[in-house]
């Protein structure tokens, strides 16, 4: 019963947010005057009346109250509006633009996640030894190594060496590759990229799991499985590394949130077609559609994230399922 | 001593020679950061000299001026007729020291300006050490003023909902879980999108650092409402109340100060957000436009894909937006240290 409250609640969320996030962003695109047609009233070659009938069509000519609720009678049946930019559905290029996010996304996630949580806990069981020293300092540096500075300098370092290519998805010059090179070519295009987006997920992910881990260390039911006499193997898996596996899974959902952030930059840095590229050139292009698809796209995602968070914690941890509120 | 003390240690002894070198950019620059030199675009940092073309020693240090040896490339080479001796304390362009101390001293210089540029020139010839320094300026700028906004607001909502407690409470903490579900970047980048594109250098500082600050605030309310319901409760609070003090003289007197040091803490762990915020911003062209200088608008130069193989040195900002988030996140350490308790 707990888990279906849960998701009811965070599904009214979701709705709640979604449509308070397409009130703001489109209201405050009214305020700015001119649209997507504005640059082209001073070409000498287009018509005033065409510029006009282009606006009737694409509804541009209601006031501002009208287009949004045309638009959200659009969304129920998810129709999100045409692109003015692409000339497509505004569904079709978010829906594009977010499977090359996740090509980059997930398995910085994955890496992230796992290699935080192995070092984490390594880390803080070695706290007092020259073991630790060391991780302190690799976290130290990490944590203040942001993914522009890493982009940029990750993109330095190819350019210098020419070991990686310098951006894009794929290689120029490939004619209907084979599955096998088109994945080594695509993957060789990833390296850079989800590089700079893991390592930051990494150093962060560390730091709670190292604090997670000392906090169960010092607890007295270690001391008391010790004395019961369980096997090493079971006192760690089961008495250390599954409570202190909480803070980080909570923390988790939110971390999507940095990721999409990361992804942005790393997106326009290296040239990679995803949903963070997709809003920065819809921001310039003054496409006031494709912009709130994005802008929704990114919030549903991180809602998802956070359902999935709080869902995982649940299953892992049976004190959460206790208490009154999770969420 | 442990490696977490060293690193602590080791922010410290950075922090002093950055914040000293932002404040006064113009007594160690050799040149002015505005000032272009189309002859001499894309220099390479000058290379200081003891030994002469002859293999002479000299004790002062001079440089070779530059000379373009492949139109195309933008290849330099030194031209070795001609040494500039390298003098400390020249005079030069005037400024105002600290912003009020007229002067025209530069701390290293050739004496025949435009000769020395120890970190190379960018894309309109003009000096990077001398943009970098002024740079900081910039960012620092929007950092200051971005805590600013970020801890009034953070404190203004955080106390709101402490103190008045029932559905003013439960709505403005619905607020702050709201703004924080947000994808931060994206929003920024649609809120940016509704100003002008291009604005003065106040007005840019000012909505940079408020903009990065709309988004940023809840962690703070959170915490200082958090503090409040405490504080709330416990018997001093209580004893004032029934001596019949105002909410707010209770505010005044009795939570503000106990406050203090979670905001402070509070605001070196958000530094960074402000910093990296220009950075990011300037870099997508969306903060701090061409002619201002910032950390993140000299990144620009970047659209030239030659700085990547060819004039590296314009990458500078680089090291010191890491340098400046390494003290920013240590010093941190340390005021969480000294109260771990008060940290959310």
Known sequence: MRILAVILKRVLQLAALSLLVTLAT?????????????????????????????????????????????????CTRLDFGDSDFFGRPVRGVVLDALAQTLWMAIPALALGLAGGIIFGTIHAIHRNRVAGQVFDLVSAITLSLPTLVLGLGALLLAA????????????????????????????????????????????????????????????????????????????????????????????????????????LVLEVIFGWPGLGQVTYNALFNRDTALLVGCVVGSTILLVAGNLAADLLLIALDPRVRGQGDTA | MSSATIMIRLARMLALPLVLAASCPDFLSPAHPDLQDLNLNFAPPSRIHFWDAQGVFHWRPFVYRMEVIDLLQGTYQEQKEHSYPLHL?????????????????????????????????????????????????????VLFLGIAIYSLLGVAVGA???????????????????????????????????????????????????????ITWPP?????????????????????????????????????????????????????????????????????????????????????????????????????????????????????????SQLA
């Open chain 1, 160 to 263: 210098q060496t020419h070991w990686f290519p310098l951006g894009g998805m794929s290689s120029a010059g490939m004619q209907s590759p084979s599955f096998p090179t088109w994945l080594l070519d695509r993957l060789r295009h990833l390296v850079l990229p989800v590089g700079c987006l893991t390592l930051p997920i990494f150093a962060y992910v560390e730091k709670i799991q190292c604090a997670a881990t000392q906090d169960c260390l010092d607890q007295p039911f270690l001391r008391a499985a010790h004395a019961r006499g369980l096997k090493p193997l079971r006192i760690f898996f089961q008495y250390l590394l599954r409570p202190s596996l909480n803070p980080v899974v909570s923390t988790s959902g939110p971390l999507l949130g940095s990721i999409l952030s990361g992804s």
């Open chain 2, 160 to 214: 709101l909902a402490g103190m008045a407690g029932g559905w003013t409470d439960t709505l403005l903490m619905r607020f702050c879980e709201f703004v924080l579900a947000l994808p931060a970047l994206y929003l920024v980048l649609a809120v940016r999108a509704q100003l002008p594109a291009r604005m003065p250098f106040w007005q840019t500082a000012v909505l940079t650092a408020a903009t990065i600050a709309s």
């Open chain 1, 26 to 74: 489109f209201f405050l695109s009214s305020m700015i005057p001119g649209d997507f047609f504005t640059a082209q009233e001073l070409n000498p070659a287009v018509r005033r009346e065409t510029i006009d009938q282009m606006r009737h069509r694409r509804g541009l000519d209601q006031p501002m109250p009208v287009q949004y609720l045309r638009w959200l009678g659009r």
């Open chain 2, 89 to 141: 304390f020249v005079a030069g362009y005037p400024y105002e020291f600290l912003g009020f101390i007229p002067s025209s001293t530069h701390l290293l210089d050739s004496t025949t300006a435009g000769v020395f540029h120890p970190w190379g020139t960018d894309d309109l010839g003009r000096d990077v050490l001398a943009r970098t320094l002024a740079g900081a300026r910039s960012t620092l700028l």
């Open chain 2, 220 to 340: 703070m309310a959170r915490g200082i409402r958090g503090l409040i319901r405490q504080i709330h409760s416990a018997g001093y609070a209580e004893a004032a109340r029934a001596l019949g003090a105002s909410p707010w003289q209770i505010f005044r007197r009795h939570m503000l100060p106990a406050l203090a040091p979670f905001a402070l803490a509070q605001t070196v762990v958000a530094a960074p957000i402000f910093i990296l915020g220009e950075v990011i911003l300037s870099f997508l062209n969306v903060g701090f436009q061409e002619a201002a200088v910032s950390w993140g608008a000299m990144l620009r130069n970047l659209r030239d894909p030659r700085v990547l193989t060819d004039f590296w040195w314009n990458l500078a900002p680089l090291a010191f937006v890491f340098l400046t988030l390494f003290c920013l996140n240590n010093l941190g350490k340390q005021l969480a240290r000294r109260d771990p």
